[in-house]
């Protein structure tokens, strides 16, 4: 069956960047694209962005554009997402979801929590 | 960009209760809407998609309607897991995917 499994939490202090990666199994990697979501403390789902594995093609929401980069490793069915100059406003749940055409995201995985201290 | 608004914002009801969930669109989408449920610490699941389509395995007490900028999410008896946050999301090709704010829905 179809599995995303995430990186575990992190802690960053305010500026620095983080890396998370959302690897599969159960499909071929390159047939679908890959979406991350984050969600902030008691707060909605935000859509940040996704990435076409076959090709690396991207597409970032505007609140993130020049912050967020996505990339896949097809060798190992991985997708990553990183974000840069990260400020406490970053705290949030970070989730991949796998776009199935035309059902929107309807496997995703179980989050990773990023926190921004000082 | 699209934006999503969801009424209510919260919303309380009792099982056995019918429950409806409006999201309206800044402009029109077609069909191009899903519906996600969202228990706490949980990924979303997702409920239906292209507005009407009811994703496999949830419930048919689960349902859509709508296009275009208005869509509604039905339940037509409230059962205890249901009690939950929805919320609408924008989906296509051609523009950002955006999510409606969420409606929470809790026991009465």
């Known amino acids: 069956q179809v599995q995303l499994v995430q990186s575990g939490a992190e802690v960053k202090k305010p500026g620095a960047s983080v890396r998370v990666s959302c690897k599969t199994s159960g499909y071929t990697f390159t047939d679908f694209y890959l979406h991350w979501v984050r969600q902030a403390p008691g707060q909605g789902l935000e859509w940040m962005g996704r990435i076409n594995p076959n090709s690396g093609d991207t597409k970032y929401a505007q609140t993130f554009q020049g912050r967020v980069t996505m990339t896949s490793d097809t060798s190992i069915s991985t997708a990553y997402m990183e974000l840069s100059s990260l400020r406490h406003d970053d705290t949030a749940v970070y989730f991949c979801a ?20 000082s | 960009d699209i934006q999503m608004t969801q009424s209510p914002s919260t919303l309380s009801a009792s099982v056995g209760d019918r429950v409806n969930i409006t999201c309206r669109a800044s402009q029109s989408i077609s069909k191009w809407l899903a519906w996600y449920q969202q228990k706490p610490g949980k990924a979303p699941k997702l409920l239906i998609y292209k507005a009407s389509n009811l994703e496999i395995g949830v419930p048919s007490s689960f349902s859509g309607s709508g296009s275009g900028t208005e869509f509604t999410l039905t339940i037509s008896s409230l059962q205890p897991g249901d009690f939950a946050t929805y919320y609408c999301q924008h989906y296509n090709n051609y523009s950002p995917w955006t999510f409606g704010q969420g409606t929470r829905v809790e026991i009465k």
Request: charged share 15%.
């Open chain 1, 98 to 117: 796998r776009e199935r055409p035309p059902v929107a995201t309807n496997s995703w995985g179980q989050g990773t929590l990023v926190t921004v201290s």
